[in-house]
């Protein structure tokens, strides 16, 4: 299965009205796992790189809820890089996946929806040792 299949781009639907926008997300609905953790990076810029890192048991959904950035998805092999520029737009990263997010805008709030709460040693942080764990 190709790398844009893996990680597709969702969109969620917008229920504003004149009031102003309304963007709705439910976990095992609009994502394709169960919301277990929430967190959001802002105060980056365009220099910062963040993640570099896999996941051995993590599921990811990645929204700019303001402003925009890019996140870069590999397998080792195949790469994608997904511009996240819209806050009904999200990017499904599954686990054992590697993840770069950057080229932050100064406005960027970057929403991060988690299918487990956090556990350090599920992290890989070493993209040699990723490439080691996955077989390449």
């Known amino acids: 299965m190709d790398l844009r299949e893996r990680c597709p781009v969702l969109h969620f639907a917008d ?8 963007v709705v997300i439910e976990g095992g609905e609009a994502i394709p796992f169960e919301i277990k953790r929430v967190f959001y990076i802002y105060e980056s810029d365009a220099t910062v790189v963040r993640g570099q890192h896999a ?6 959904v990645l929204i700019n809820v303001a402003g925009k950035s890019k996140v870069r998805i590999t397998d080792g092999t195949d790469e994608v890089v997904i511009e996240l ?3 009904m737009m999200g990017v499904y990263i599954p ?3 590697w993840k770069d997010m950057y080229d932050f805008s100064p406005d960027s709030v970057l929403l991060v929806l988690a299918s487990t709460h956090y556990d350090g040693s599920e992290y890989i942080r070493n993209y040699e040792e990723y490439l080691k764990e996955i077989g390449k």
Do not use: A, C, Q, T
């Open 55 to 60: 996941n051995r048991e993590s599921e990811f």
């Open 95 to 97: 686990r054992m996946l």
């Open 15 to 22: 229920l504003g009205d004149e009031r102003g926008k309304l």
């Open 85 to 87: 520029d819209r806050p």
